[in-house]
């Protein structure tokens, strides 16, 4: 896909959506709150997603209240973090409306993460998972059962 416009606004705003929707329950949201904010950026620097205003925060940081951008993509509003010049731009609207909510929409995690790929040119810095350590116990003792010395000495035999 070299051209970035031919994913539709509306099919990126739904993988927007189920990205952020899984991203608030994720165990490391950190990838998923990245992408969504590249396309974002991305969505604004081509006219296709429009900057609403600023609202504070529902998650203060270390007490202190701070702004989110809103954004709007199709039908969609988005929170993003606010860039400088974004306090000096745009009206800042409040608090959040708790009853707003944006519309429901069917899509799996991997085909919003392949279509957001595809549309930021997204690729995988050789990306393995991480192997798990098989689990040993501090206190266990290898048995010496069946063994006729301990410690065991090396025998070398000649050949």
Partial sequence: MSDTKSAPLSELAKAIYTINRHAKTAPEPQHLYYIKKETIKRLLKEKRARKIGLHFSDHPKFS?????????????????????????????????????????????????????????????????????????SAYFTPSSLGKMEWPPKKSYRNF
Avoid at 75 to 95: R, S, V, W
Avoid at 98 to 109: A, D, V
């Fill in 64 to 136: 202190n209240q701070h702004s989110t951008l809103l954004v709007k993509v199709d039908n969609y509003y988005f929170h993003i973090p606010p860039a400088k010049e974004d306090f000096n731009e745009l009206e800042h609207l409040g608090t959040l409306d708790q009853n707003f909510r944006n519309p429901q929409t069917k899509m799996s995690l991997s085909q919003a993460k392949k279509l957001v790929y595809q549309y930021i040119n997204w690729e995988p810095k050789n990306q393995q998972k991480p192997k798990k350590k098989k689990y040993t």
